[in-house]
């Protein structure tokens, strides 16, 4: 493979993964961005409520001035202006034009938009842009585990059609027993490596300390254990109702590690913010630099997912959907240094990192046991791996489609005895005619009309 061909393949990856961030058309913009990023990472550490307000005034007419790309973006006026290759006098000037406005708008409502000044209270700079913060970041990471899982399901099956084979039901069986002993040996072995490793980090490290810390730690670890006995009850659960369906696998003990990975990263974290900041510096170091990894590996599969399900709305483009992704990410980020920095109304309510921190972790570690929960057999119906007790209207209504078009193609039914017409009214009488999909010539189920 020649090198010009093996970097095309690279860079259509990456405009595919990334929304054509990195593309020469979009990078002057993606650094400017990053730059951005930079600057309400000072205001995050420096954490004083003076210039957590000014944070809150530049992330807004950031956030702002990417919206009004966006919208110009929709136009194909400005498509050669906006995205060309280079940084030409037309990029510049709109781009500066559209900061400028920004500016100018962000400002008016800040001199005279206080919750003071204004009859309505609420519609005060200083209510509702910290509270809106609040509201994307607290949502954002809640709903981490629902962008988490379409990959993690993805991984699962790669591994489980690598591993199992369709031709020896007994080698599948003894396999997805193998799995299963690793995946829980895996959380077990963790939880106890976890304490090990950083339980120096907790003891007291003068004669004169408190012992809470440590008291803490070893509480966390007798409840995460508890949590292990839990989603391990479940995973075994799930195990026996698919040799039960005659279909072992190795796909719910692959997902079950993916799962408890999260949980275990969510929970230290809590544990953590129990912690003096000043008792362990390399702890923090290590709990920053996962937060980051995880972070990125999100916003990935954010701009992935959020990406390819917002080109059914015509706002969005190829083009200009780099901009609303830039506006999100940098609203989620000033949520944060809201909170601590208490910018706006909130001044006082969160005091530090920690406090921060705590509530996130917990909020998303309990949301991450409840999912995984529920939605582990969920998946598992969904793809056939355990037996089914109950349908929907729609998979009834495709089921029986299905066996029509098998009868007639197996010689059992004549397609002359039954039309579609005929088919269809039997559907509609049973109420599983479904609006917008119809029954096709060939006896098949049509996707809905409106795709």
């Known amino acids: 493979m020649s090198e010009p061909f093996r970097e095309s393949k690279i860079k259509i990856k990456l405009d595919e993964y990334f929304h054509k961030i990195f593309s020469p058309s979009h990078i002057a913009y993606t650094i400017f961005f990053f730059i951005e990023v930079l600057i309400l990472i000072v205001f995050y550490f420096l954490g004083s409520t003076a210039l957590g307000n000014i944070g809150l005034f530049l992330a807004t007419v950031f956030s702002l001035s990417f919206i009004l790309l966006m919208f110009l973006g929709v136009s194909s006026k400005f498509e050669s202006y906006l995205f060309s290759k280079s940084l030409d006098q037309h990029k510049t000037m709109i781009f500066i034009a559209t900061l400028g406005l920004s500016f100018i708008i962000i400002l008016l409502y800040f001199l005279f938009g206080n919750s ?15 509270g809106f913060y609040i509201i994307v970041y607290f949502g954002w990471n809640m709903a981490q585990i ?34 299963l002993i690793l995946a829980i040996s895996i959380s077990i072995l963790t939880q106890l490596g976890t304490y090990f490793a950083f339980l120096p980090f ?15 730690f070893n509480g966390w670890n007798i409840a995460m254990y508890i949590v292990i006995l839990f989603i391990s009850y479940r995973l075994v659960f799930l195990f026996f109702k698919s040799i039960k369906n005659d279909i072992p696998n190795i796909f719910s003990s692959i997902f079950y590690v993916l799962v408890w990975l999260i949980i275990w990263y969510r929970s230290f974290s809590f544990i953590n ?32 997912s959020l990406g390819s399900r917002t080109f059914k709305f015509r706002i969005f483009n190829p083009n200009n959907l780099a901009f609303f992704l830039f506006a999100f990410t940098l609203i989620y980020i000033e949520g944060q240094i809201v909170m ?49 007790q109950m349908f929907n209207q729609k998979e009834v209504f495709e089921i029986v489609t299905d066996f029509k078009s098998f009868l007639i193609n197996s010689g059992a039914l004549d397609s002359e005895k039954i039309n579609d017409r005929e088919f269809q009214d039997f559907l509609r009488n049973k109420k599983l005619n479904f609006e917008g999909e119809r029954i096709s010539e060939n006896n098949v189920l049509d996707d809905p009309i409106d795709n």
């Open 116 to 130: 003071t000044q204004i009859p309505i209270q609420f519609m005060g700079w200083d209510y509702i842009l910290p």
């Open 340 to 388: 601590i920095t208490g910018a706006g109304s909130i001044s006082g309510t969160y005091s530090d990192r920690e406090q921060v921190n705590l509530i996130n972790n917990f909020t998303v570690l309990l949301i991450t046991i409840i999912f995984y929960w529920f939605y582990s057999e969920y998946t598992l119906k969904k793809n056939g791996l355990i037996l089914k």
């Open 273 to 304: 913010s129990f912690r003096s900041v000043s008792a362990a510096l390399g702890i923090d170091v290590f709990r920053v630099f996962i937060d980051i990894l995880l972070m990125i590996f999100t916003a990935i599969l954010v701009i992935r």
């Open 146 to 179: 629902f962008f988490l899982k379409t990959s993690f399901e993805d991984i699962a099956f790669k591994v489980n059609n690598r591993v199992l084979s369709d031709l020896n039901s007994n080698r599948n069986k003894n396999f997805s027993i193998i799995f």
């Open 202 to 216: 907790f003891e007291p490290q003068n004669p004169t300390d408190s012992l809470e810390p440590l008291t803490w």
